[in-house]
């Protein structure tokens, strides 16, 4: 029935009302990308396999007018080199690092650094999460014990922070995905290599920055890195890290990770240019309209009324050109 011509032209017809109410247009969506068959992969089409990944500490020292702004906040970290802490299994994204992120209700402490731990020389003050702080400083090797104080996640929005290889900054950003089950409560986000990096990228209104082509290299603006596979460009990536004392710690991991179904090799996040219809634009809500039609619709079996319910009640903006 759906390869019938009446079908197909209704489908068309419908597309144009969408275009004629401004529901048409185009964005950036992240989707599973496989960097070998240079395709897009929809989530029944990603495999989940074990995988040996890189395990990285990385420094992001606070821009001075921001440790002035949090000094103002936290009176006993005036004066201080400050930095923050995140941990990463994909140096090959650090690159199109745009922010970090916390919890707005976590706590974060600020911690001195042991002057005979050979400590990087931008700063003699480390914020993780508090409750992370003895799990991290194990694994480092260093002491976190020193506590100056402690404070919300919320109070390092819109910080800045340094980033660890170029001349930008890196902004503080509030995010209620981020828990303590790994790393140190701080998330390195980039907004064109993951799910809540892009949405968080979209809600701080930061550039979708996905500089990787379809055959997963790096473009000609990432300097350092341009013309390089995203995954071999790692250990290159750590030493940039290490020669400028923004690695902390470097080990690998054991981990289950999405490999594509086709080839069976790894696949990255990547955010490409897509055609979406929005579903809850002004000027009436397709997402309404969508709903209430189900309900006046014959299941055959019936319980495909729910789960096609679930579906449209869930689904972010109709991407329709994958």
Known sequence: LTMDFGYQATIVRTLGTFIEQGLVYRGKKPVHWCIHCRTALAEAEVEYEPHTSPSIYVEFPLAVESA????????????????????????????????????????????????????????????????????????????????????????????????????????????????????????????????????TGVRYGLNIYAPVGPSGHFTDDVRMFAGQRVFDANPKIEEALASRKRLWFRDVIQHTYPHCWRCHNPVIFLATSQWFIAMDRANGSLRKRALDAITGVEWFPEWGEERIHKMVANRPDWCISR
């Open 68 to 199: 002035l702004e949090l000094a103002k906040l936290v009176p006993a970290l005036a004066n201080r080199r400050v930095s923050v802490l995140i941990w990463t299994t994909t140096p090959w994204t650090i690159p199109s690092n745009l922010a970090i992120a916390f919890h707005p209700e976590l706590t974060y402490a600020a911690y001195e650094l042991d002057v005979d731990k050979d400590a990087p020389a931008s700063t003699d003050v480390v914020i993780v999460a508090e409750a992370l702080a003895t799990r991290v400083g194990e694994e480092l090797g260093r002491s976190f014990t020193k506590k100056l104080a402690a404070f919300e996640g919320r109070r390092l929005e819109r910080l800045r922070f340094l980033h660890p290889l170029y001349d930008r900054d890196s902004v503080g950003v509030l995010g209620d995905y981020v828990t303590l089950e790994q790393g140190t409560g701080a998330v390195h986000t980039a907004p064109g290599h993951g799910v809540d990096d892009f949405h």
